[in-house]
């Protein structure tokens, strides 16, 4: 064998051959070591990181001389390193780019604060910290240690995006990294810097002045379109950080048009989509994308679809892996849904998020006053749509009219909307749905009118299209003939 040619040889498991002690060059004590599980052995360290459930399924290796790394088992699954040490909450956590930082960290902090690594470096730190979103959320300050250089700085500032005002960033002013603060003999100092981390704050303030480039450049349109054009024609389509809210009676149909907008957002884009249909099983949900995609209304009993087709249809909708179904088992306090939704958006990455719908949140908050309940919701809704950049489509129900209910096709208008005046106030789009269910006609009593009843964007409102429900293939499908509308 070479002599240039480093070997690793991984350590034993095993807890009674495991190797702890001091790391003296680094000003690492056997203590820290030992709370950490990092193994020493002659010129190598080793790294354990583990599972949810704290088993130990992957290791990084570190040959001291050569600094050179490698990793064995399956480090993508496992958690951050040495975040199965602590349990979520409380005031600080601090996240560190490398094993060795968070050890000389969490030994210059006292050992009194949970301290963890990102697993892959700069380059993987916002994957990293996705991964663990709900754990790191859990504490009130989010305390980001990058190293000192370029690619620390930015992943310092991309991990801090995920958190907003509960990130701080130390800024070190000495050395690279906190494990060269420690083995220099200046801890003093990374404490002060570390207590001295900012808030972060995001760029936004910008002068007037500045804005020509911007001003002068074409409006970019929406990324994915309505399934149906008559709505496009008013609205201009589905854009991002904007909340729509799709409002009708009891029973008219509300939740098969979000299916059919979740459809077709699916086939038209490569984003992951959220799905919280409060009212029905993921089982329903799913069954009725599925329905979507092959043209059977899966639902009912008797459909006849042989497994092929069943499982192509499962394998083309849910199969992408881009759609996340919220399981709610009863728990849809709004403290639940606003987290899932973040976590939706900031975690998983889903641009587009249906919630359907909103009395069942406000029918479970404690505070007794319906339209105090609404106000909350709708605020921390709207807020969380401005903060994540995601499109919110929102289902909301309407008070009954005086005369001709809407089961019988009344119109919709903003004054309907159930509870408080914030629905309307603080969503950008509302869609009005009518229909009049107790119909003679087969085709009225199937047909939903689309009314858009305010429009942030554009301006433009009104009746805008209808859509015939077909009982055969459970589709909802434009009408493109006005005449009579």
């Known amino acids: 064998m070479q002599d240039n040619v480093t070997v690793f040889k991984p350590m034993t498991i095993n807890n009674n051959n495991k190797v702890y002690q001091s790391i003296p060059d680094r000003g690492l004590s056997m203590a820290t ?52 040490l602590f349990s979520g909450g409380g005031r600080f956590v601090t996240i560190t780019e490398g094993e060795l930082d968070a ?44 190293d000192n250089d370029a690619p620390g700085k930015q992943a310092s500032k991309d991990v801090a995006e995920l958190f907003g005002s509960k990130a701080k960033i130390v800024t070190l002013s000495k050395y690279k990294d906190a494990g060269d603060y420690l083995s220099k003999g200046d801890s003093k100092l990374y404490i002060e810097q570390w207590w001295a981390a900012e808030r972060f704050v995001p760029d936004g303030i910008i002068p007037g002045s500045t804005l020509w480039e911007t001003i002068n450049t074409p409006i970019e349109r929406a990324k994915v379109m309505y399934p149906w054009s008559g709505l496009n024609d008013l609205t201009y389509g589905i854009r991002k950080s904007e909340l729509v809210t799709v409002t009708a009676g009891s029973g008219l149909g509300k939740s098969q048009v979000l299916r059919e907008i ?36 899966l639902h009912i009993p008797d459909v006849d679809i042989d497994e092929k087709e069943m499982r192509d249809a499962f394998e083309e909708t849910l199969g992408t892996d881009r759609l996340y179904l919220f399981d709610h088992f009863g728990s849809t306090n709004i403290d639940n849904i606003v987290n899932r939704v ?9 641009q587009y998020v249906f919630l359907d719908h909103l009395s069942i949140i406000v029918s479970s ?9 609404i106000d909350e919701v709708m605020t921390r809704l709207r807020m969380l749509v401005q903060e994540t950049g995601i499109s919110l489509i929102l289902v909301s129900h309407l008070r009954r009219p005086e005369g001709k209910g ?21 969503s950008d789009m509302v869609l009005g749905l009518e229909r009049s269910a107790q119909a003679q006609d087969v085709v009225e009593r199937n047909t939903t009118k689309i009314r858009v009843l305010k429009n942030r964007f554009s301006g433009l409102t009104g009746e805008c299209c209808r859509l015939l429900y077909t009982h055969d293939t459970g589709r909802l499908t434009e009408i493109v003939d006005l005449e009579g509308f």
């Open 262 to 297: 979740v459809h077709h957002i699916l086939m038209e884009t490569k984003d992951n989509i959220g799905l919280m249909f409060l009212e029905e099983t993921v089982a329903r949900t799913a069954r009725s994308i599925m329905s979507i995609h092959c043209n059977k209304p």
């Open 33 to 84: 070591c030992k709370f950490y599980d990092v193994q020493v052995n002659n010129d190598q360290h080793t790294y354990p990181y583990m599972d949810a459930s704290g088993v130990e399924i992957a290791h990084k290796y570190r040959v001291v001389s050569t600094k050179q790394f490698r990793s064995d088992g399956n480090i993508k699954q496992a958690l951050l390193f040495g975040q199965h």
């Open 406 to 426: 809407h089961e019988e096709g009344a119109s919709t208008s903003l004054a309907q909307l159930r509870g408080s005046a914030s629905i309307a106030q603080l």
């Open 342 to 350: 973040k976590y939706m958006a900031k975690a998983l990455d889903c």
């Open 103 to 146: 050890l000389a960290a969490y030994q210059m902090t006292g050992s009194k604060y949970p301290v963890v690594s990102i697993k892959t470096g700069a380059q993987g730190a916002v994957k990293d910290c996705k991964a663990s979103y709900e754990w790191l959320d859990t504490f009130e300050n989010i305390i980001i240690s990058f």
């Open 365 to 373: 908050q404690e505070n007794g006053d319906e339209r105090k309940a």
